[in-house]
């Protein structure tokens, strides 16, 4: 990255947190036109940060569409950052949204989709359903989780949606139960 763009980047990260509307939106097309994977985490936290919904539907739309190298990485960082737990099922969409490959990081999406709500969950059957390729010791090591999870989850819209990631892992597989 040039010293030019990165300067760039950087006043439009700034931006991404104004109160200006029309600065922050200004900053999202910048970040569209130049924006790389490290782009993420910042359009991550300026949603978390935002209560307007014009600016919500830009920057998960440009989460959604995403497609620059390692952005499935930097997406599975965010995962685990505490304060971007409100934007956690925009991050897990984006996966499957923008098409990257999830398959390096199916165990600690299983992990999310049993300790996370029922969206979350969702989010995750999702993008598991939607990978090409699974790992199949992560996918065992996920069937296992899941299987031993449904029969403890008390919320029935989330235990549905276990049993539904119970039953594409076992397909996928080829597990007949």
Do not use: C
């Amino acid at each position: 990255m040039t010293a030019k763009k990165g300067a760039q980047l950087d006043k439009a990260f700034a931006a991404l947190l104004s109160e200006d509307d029309a600065q922050a939106l200004e900053a999202i097309a910048v970040i569209h036109e130049k924006g790389d994977a490290l782009s993420i985490r910042p359009l991550l936290h300026a949603l978390a940060q935002t209560d307007d919904p014009a600016r919500q539907r830009r920057i998960e739309g440009l989460l959604y569409e995403v497609k620059v190298k390692d952005a499935a990485a930097e997406l599975a960082k965010a995962l685990d950052l505490p304060e971007l737990l409100d934007v956690r099922k925009t991050a897990i969409a984006a996966f499957w949204n923008a098409g990257l490959d999830a398959a390096p990081y199916v165990e600690r999406l299983v992990q999310i989709a049993l300790e996370g709500d029922a969206g979350e969950t969702f989010e995750v059957l999702t993008v598991i359903e939607n990978q090409e390729v699974l790992p199949e010791k992560a996918a065992r090591l996920a069937l296992a989780r899941v299987k031993k999870a449904v029969d403890k989850e008390t919320d029935p819209y989330k235990k549905t949606i276990l049993a539904d990631l119970k039953k594409h892992l076992e397909d996928r597989l080829g597990v007949q139960e």
